[in-house]
């Protein structure tokens, strides 16, 4: 029996990509295992796949921060590592793809133990501290942005580009109009805080929603908990977060504003959405969305405002600038081509299942 092994979790971010490459090894006949957390979003978005196997295991934070918890993360780590072995000694697969995110370590770590080949799978502009972990374990590296090539062992790795879900290109606008009852011609403003929303966008969004909604009808996907009943208006329609509606919202969208992750920014690359990026600050990240926003400002795809910038009137200033600037930065947009990267990964991941085998 074919079986691949597919892992990464932590963000949706780390999860993204796994559900776009898994039905299509799934019609070539191979059975799929994926091994995730207890309870994070990765389980949240897995279990609903038909034909998948969801495993769970321990992991760790890695934090970069002193905390008494960064005591008690390898024990974690550990037991994941059995956990997972555990699992690829029972379901035998022929290959692992991970994506990410801290439950990725352990078993990328069991994978070496139990000599099944591994592919990671790196979205950011540079790379996160669980992939850098992993990567002396890794049979093969791939990364979205060609720069990334400076920041991982170069025997190993290859710059393959972005891979993208054929189903956001399946949008039907009509549903995205029916679903958020707007009954007027206004643009559409679609708000994106990440899978567990942003404070500062929320606040910049509701604090210039008078205003905005003059020339917009605005869809704020503003995270689990972030919901707020006083600001249901007409033309304002929030949803905590959107999973298969997402391509027709994006379809109805005409501009976007979210934060920097690398598999969304792509997605509205491909999508030619013109978009306003407000990375998560490096106060509280590593800087990578910070990497990403400023490596499409540099190509011509985005406009971009940095966190610690963001007021009430430089959020408006910067929204009425992309308005401006929109067909710019569609024209630029026009010269990125939608490389054919799902079918190389699903390539690779055969030949290193048929040298497993």
């Given amino acids: 029996m074919k079986r691949m092994l597919f892992t990464g979790g932590g963000t949706a ?4 990509v ?17 091994i995730g957390s207890y309870n994070g979003i990765e389980k949240e978005l897995i279990t609903p796949m038909k034909g998948v196997e969801y495993h769970s295991i321990s992991t760790g934070k890695l934090r970069r921060y002193m905390s008494k918890e960064n005591f008690k993360d390898p024990f974690k780590v550990a037991k994941g590592t059995f956990q997972a072995l555990s699992v690829l000694k029972r379901k035998k697969p022929g290959v692992i793809f991970s994506k990410g995110g801290f439950v990725s370590v352990p078993v990328v770590l069991a994978a070496k133990l139990a000599r099944v080949p591994v592919l990671i799978h790196e979205s950011d502009y540079t790379p996160g501290l669980a992939n850098k972990l992993s990567f002396p374990f890794a049979d093969r590296i791939l990364t979205t942005f060609p720069e990334t090539m ?10 393959i580009g972005a891979i993208i ?5 399946l949008g039907d606008a009509d549903a995205a109009r029916e679903m958020t009852g707007f009954s007027d011609d206004k643009p559409v403003l679609l708000v994106m805080g990440g899978s567990t929303g942003s404070e500062t966008i929320n606040t910049a969004i509701r604090d210039n929603l008078d205003q905005l909604l003059l020339n917009y009808n605005i869809i704020h996907l503003c995270g689990k908990g972030h919901r707020e009943e006083a600001y249901n208006v007409k033309g304002y329609i929030q949803y905590e977060y959107v999973k298969d509606e997402l391509k027709d919202l994006l379809k109805l969208a005409d501009l976007v504003v979210s934060r920097a992750g690398a598999n969304a920014i792509f997605e509205f690359v491909a999508l030619k959405k013109p978009m306003l990026l407000i990375p998560l600050s490096r106060k509280v990240s590593r800087g990578d969305q910070i990497l990403n926003a400023q490596s499409f400002e540099r190509q011509g795809f985005a406009h971009s405002l940095e966190e610690e910038q963001v007021t009430k ?8 600038k992309l308005d401006e600037d929109q067909e710019q930065l569609k024209t630029h947009m026009e010269k990125y081509e939608v490389e054919k990267s799902k079918e190389h990964v ?3 991941l055969e030949q290193y299942e048929k040298r497993k085998g």
């Fill in 13 to 16: 971010g780390h999860v993204i």
């Fill in 313 to 320: 009137k430089s959020f408006l200033e910067a929204v009425r």
């Fill in 18 to 34: 796994n559900t776009a490459l898994i039905p299509a090894v799934q019609k070539k006949g191979y059975d799929i295992d994926y």
């Fill in 346 to 348: 699903i390539e690779l």
């Fill in 165 to 169: 879900r054929e189903e956001l290109f």
């Fill in 150 to 159: 400076k920041h991982v062992p170069e025997k190993k790795s290859e710059y």
